[in-house]
């Protein structure tokens, strides 16, 4: 369940930096359209309150919100490493 959680975290910050238009470049290397982008921004959100809900509904309301604060910081964590590594290319 724990790496569950991590890999929809890592997709939902993943989404949600392809919604900015300065990152989508960088990790796509191609300009994607305004519509592309708040559609990446809508999943995105979708999956981090799916993650939120998951990370409560396995663990109770208390843990679970510090599991899903864990999900989503190695998750960013993980998205900044990979913006940062495509950028430096």
Known sequence: MFVLGL?????AMLCLAL?????APQLLSVAITPKQRRLA?????LL???CA????KHYGVGVGLVTFLAWACVGA???MLLVTARRSR
């Open 77 to 79: 964590w993980a998205t």
């Open 48 to 50: 981090t309150t799916f």
């Open 7 to 11: 890999l929809i975290a890592t997709a």
């Open 41 to 45: 921004g809508w999943c995105g959100w």
């Open 19 to 23: 919604a900015q238009a300065k990152h």
């Open 53 to 56: 809900w998951l990370a409560m």
